[in-house]
């Protein structure tokens, strides 16, 4: 019963290089997201995917992109990182498409990232 | 813009010593009040949904509240397992697919 998987748990990175951030789900879920979570301001949500085929910015999506490969997969890209983007990454997932009661978040255990 | 503020920061709390946690939120159309608990090295993990004011839900040692402006989750007779950050998230009708989190009140519970 794995739920929500992020791989990988712990990055470094240099300033400029790039890197994808994977995660998956088991659930069926309709709707995946990616949030950056920093001391003191909570969760943000980066980029949001209601469905199969489509994604929305959220809160702070700039130096991000994001690819929702099917149904089970939604991945985060960082093309040129940069310190600001040291943070810790949570994929989550809900079974709706948020409008539906009972559409609690499901979240993996994250990715801890550090640009040098 | 949906709006949420947790108070206190930080509560060290002794064994046995009940208190509450406080959410206070500011959304265009509630269409759900999350509360999730968050372990070290852990992402979130969901507790309770609150959608109307008047309704509480309870788990163990955990009771949440809601009213039209603010939530509280009370902890009665807490126990050093009970120590975590814990999250409050809104979804509202204006942002229906999205969760506005709090920063979250980490907890400790000293024996």
């Known amino acids: 019963n794995a739920g929500v998987t992020q791989t990988p748990k712990f990055q470094v990175l240099k300033t400029g290089q790039s890197m994808t951030l994977q995660c998956a789900q088991d659930?069926?879920?309709?709707?995946m997201y990616w949030y950056r979570q920093d001391p003191g301001m909570g969760l943000r949500l980066i980029y949001y995917?209601?469905?199969?085929?489509?994604?929305d910015k959220g809160e702070v999506p700039n130096g991000y992109n994001v690819s929702r490969l099917n149904k089970r997969e939604f991945s985060l890209r960082l093309e040129s990182a940069a310190p600001s983007q040291t943070s810790v990454y949570f994929c989550?997932?809900?079974?709706?498409?948020?409008?539906?009661?009972?559409?609690?978040?499901?979240f993996g255990q994250g990715t801890r990232l550090t640009v040098v | 813009e949906d709006q949420v503020t947790q108070s206190p920061e930080a509560l060290r709390l002794q064994e046995g010593e009940s208190s509450s946690l406080n959410c206070s939120y500011t959304v265009s159309g509630l269409r759900g009040l999350f509360w999730y608990r968050q372990d070290p090295g852990k992402g979130p993990e969901f507790l309770f949904t609150l959608y109307s004011a008047g309704e509480e839900k309870e788990k163990e040692r955990l009771k949440a509240t809601l009213t039209k402006k603010e939530s509280f989750l009370h902890i009665t007779a807490p126990k050093p397992e009970d120590s975590a950050t814990y999250l409050c998230?809104?979804?509202?009708?204006?942002?229906?697919?999205?969760?506005?989190f709090g920063s979250g009140t980490q907890l400790t519970v000293l024996p």
């Open positions: 659930m069926n879920h309709n709707s």
């Open positions: 989550a997932s809900i079974p709706g498409t948020g409008h539906q009661r009972n559409t609690e978040a499901f």
């Open positions: 995917s209601a469905s199969e085929g489509t994604t």
């Open positions: 998230a809104v979804r509202s009708s204006g942002s229906a697919r999205q969760l506005t």
